[in-house]
T-cell receptor, first 114, second 111 residues
């Protein structure tokens, strides 16, 4: 089984709809992150969480919200989806205990907003 | 604000060549630098991580170097193979441990 899983893997939605992307990890890591990837723009950080009670905005948090339900679960919501939120979304984790802070990525969710 | 640049943006080489991918960053006060591989439509896989106190790391045919003072890192791939075809991303983390990613180098190794 994959260490970092994302659901759904693909999603098509309409403008104005609320949707949730979910991320779960079995690595026991304390830190979790949400990124979006757009062609030509690389990866940009949306939100990150250093533990269950610590949630921080990233570079591009407008239009998004998150919830850290447990150490292993970190959800990203689009309150009212718009077409320019069409992108590939990645969840990632890292572990402060290892000192190195290597990031481990999920397989991604491909989102299309019509 | 940290900025990370990767050159070239795309590279096509014949199988067997040794090649170098470049990454430069604007703020030398870094905690670590990571190189990732991304296959089309897939997630990122960490290849190598270099701590700020280190000069290089090696894994198999891959060698990554770090020169903090000049704001540069290189990823050296020896004896390239078609299976090495992917996008390679560099990410730099500062004191907040939040990485800033470059846009990647798209590599094609043709037989």
């Amino acid at each position: 089984d994959a260490d970092v899983t994302q659901t759904p893997r693909n999603r098509i939605t309409k403008t104005g709809k609320r949707i949730m992307l979910e991320c779960s990890q079995t690595k026991g890591h304390d830190r979790m992150y949400w990124y979006r990837q757009d062609p030509g723009l690389g990866l940009r950080l949306i939100y990150y969480s250093f533990d269950v009670k610590d949630i921080n905005k990233g570079e591009i948090s407008d239009g998004y919200s998150v919830s850290r339900q447990a150490q292993a679960k970190f959800s990203l919501s689009l309150e009212s989806a718009i077409p320019n939120q069409t992108a590939l979304y990645f969840c990632a984790t890292s572990d402060t205990r290892t000192y190195q802070e290597t990031q481990y990525f999920g397989p991604g969710t491909r989102l299309l907003v019509l | 604000k940290q900025e990370v640049t990767q050159i070239p943006a795309a590279l096509s080489v014949p199988e067997g060549e040794n090649l170098v991918l470049n990454c430069s960053f604007t703020d030398s006060a870094i905690y670590n630098l990571q190189w990732f591989r991304q296959d089309p439509g897939k997630g990122l896989t960490s290849l190598l991580l270099i701590q700020s106190s280190q000069r290089e790391q090696t894994s198999g045919r891959l060698n990554a170097s770090l020169d903090k003072s000049s704001g540069r890192s290189t990823l050296y791939i020896a004896a390239s193979q078609p299976g090495d075809s992917a996008t390679y991303l560099c990410a730099v983390s500062g004191g907040s441990y939040i990485p800033t990613f470059g846009r990647g180098t798209s590599l094609i190794v043709h037989p």
